[in-house]
Nanobody, 126 residues
Framework: EVQLQASGGGLVQPGGSLRLSCAAS????????IGWFRQAPGEEREGVSC????????YYADSVKGRFTISRDNAKNTVYLQMNSLKPEDTAVYYC???????????????????WGQGTQVTVSS
């Protein structure tokens, strides 16, 4: 059974940090690129970051570049998203997903991903 579980969200003040984790099972983890998306109420799902199957290629949306860092530990079947200098506009449910193919030149749209985690809530508020 293919499973992706996003965790690590919570409530944080502006300027604070969180690290999200995406734990995977049920497939050959290091064959797939992984993407992070987020969706705020009333908004479309937005691509945040992605990482290639090997971890050698990464991409960040302009809105998070310089603040977020994606990484993966293939031995643990886990992808991380370190989020620093958080802003209220970062508030959303964050989802991880497996990309069709191994590359990460851009996040692309949700249609380019096949398996999704349930998501974890990130709230940035004072």
């Amino acid at each position: 059974e293919v499973q992706l579980q996003a965790s690590g969200g919570g409530l944080v003040q502006p300027g604070g940090s969180l690290r999200l984790s995406c734990a995977a099972s049920g497939f050959t983890f290091d064959d797939y690129g992984i993407g992070w998306f987020r969706q705020a109420p009333g908004e479309e799902r937005e691509g945040v970051s992605c990482i290639s199957s090997s971890g050698g290629g990464t991409y960040y949306a302009d809105s998070v570049k310089g603040r977020f860092t994606i990484s993966r530990d293939n031995a643990k079947n886990t992808v991380y998203l370190q989020m620093n200098s958080l802003k209220p506009e970062d508030t959303a449910v964050y989802y991880c997903a497996t990309r069709i193919g191994s590359f990460c030149r851009r996040v692309g749209g949700p249609y380019e991903y096949v398996y999704w985690g349930q998501g974890t809530q990130v709230t940035v508020s004072s």
